[in-house]
């Protein structure tokens, strides 16, 4: 038998949670479409060069929704960053550590760190060549970048080695030591190798 009761209507307020939901994920996507934006201008043009208005126009939003999701260039830079190291990550030194020999262990390290400057060098040239001129890049760089390099020097020095071999293994760890010795016509292999010769000079 069928019930006479009728059925309370499911209230307005129940819908909310599905509507902040929806709200929070369409803000993320455009957040997102903003970074990823950001990302192929400072890549191919640099950070210095590019402008809200590319951005926006990229991103397919107007320039005011970019100002609303990174109010400052600081939080718009350091989203980039992240969202590069997130799809291009530089070799981790934690395993260069564990080669007691230093030849065997720059030489693998060279390896990595080289064939990642070759994927990354756009991007990495424009950013290091820009942060003197954007006060936020150079932050962003102090924060993150260059104690990644110290971190890979740390992995690479021994406890005897001299003021010498620490200032010639932070030279061949260098992008734009890599930089000149590609544009000299050296593939990432040759260049390993010279660098582990001019390191061991020392």
């Given at each position: 038998?069928?019930?006479?009761?009728?059925?309370?209507?499911?209230?307005?307020?129940?819908?909310?949670?599905?509507?902040?939901?929806?709200?929070?994920?369409?803000?993320?996507?455009?957040?997102q479409?903003?970074?990823?934006?950001?990302?192929?201008?400072?890549?191919?043009?640099?950070?210095?060069?590019?402008?809200?208005?590319?951005?926006?126009?990229?991103?397919?939003?107007?320039?005011?929704?970019?100002?609303?999701?990174?109010?400052?260039?600081?939080e718009?830079?350091?989203?980039?960053?992240?969202?590069?190291?997130?799809?291009?990550?530089?070799?981790?030194?934690?395993?260069?550590?564990?080669?007691?020999?230093?030849?065997?262990?720059?030489?693998?390290?060279?390896?990595?760190?080289?064939?990642?400057?070759?994927?990354?060098?756009?991007?990495?040239?424009?950013?290091?060549?820009?942060?003197?001129?954007?006060?936020?890049?150079?932050?962003?760089?102090?924060?993150?970048?260059?104690?990644?390099?110290?971190?890979?020097?740390?992995?690479?020095?021994?406890?005897?080695?001299?003021?010498?071999?620490r200032?010639?293994?932070?030279?061949?760890?260098?992008?734009w030591?890599?930089?000149?010795?590609?544009?000299?016509?050296?593939?990432?292999?040759?260049?390993?190798?010279?660098?582990?010769?001019?390191?061991?000079?020392?």
């Open positions: 038998m069928m019930s006479n009761k009728k059925q309370k209507a499911p209230k307005k307020s129940d819908s909310r949670p599905y509507r902040l939901r929806e709200r929070a994920r369409k803000m993320e996507e455009t957040r479409r903003i970074t990823e934006a950001a990302v192929q201008l400072h890549r191919s043009v640099g950070p210095a060069r590019t402008t809200v208005s590319e951005i926006a126009e990229r991103a397919g939003v107007r320039r005011m929704t970019v100002y609303n999701h990174f109010p400052s260039d600081t718009l830079i350091d989203a980039c960053s992240s969202h590069f190291v997130q799809q291009n990550p530089p070799p981790d030194p934690a395993p260069w550590r564990e080669i007691e020999d230093p030849a065997a262990r720059l030489t693998l390290a060279l390896g990595e760190l080289y064939s990642y400057y070759r994927r990354s060098a756009d991007m990495l040239a424009n950013v290091l060549r820009d942060a003197a001129i954007v006060p936020a890049l150079a932050k962003i760089n102090a924060q993150k970048w260059w104690p990644y390099v110290d971190t890979v020097l740390d992995a690479l020095v021994d406890k005897d080695d001299t003021a010498e071999r200032a010639a293994l932070r030279l061949v760890i260098d992008f030591t890599w930089k000149k010795l590609s544009n000299s016509g050296l593939d990432d292999n040759a260049a390993a190798r010279l660098a582990c010769r001019m390191a061991a000079g020392a």
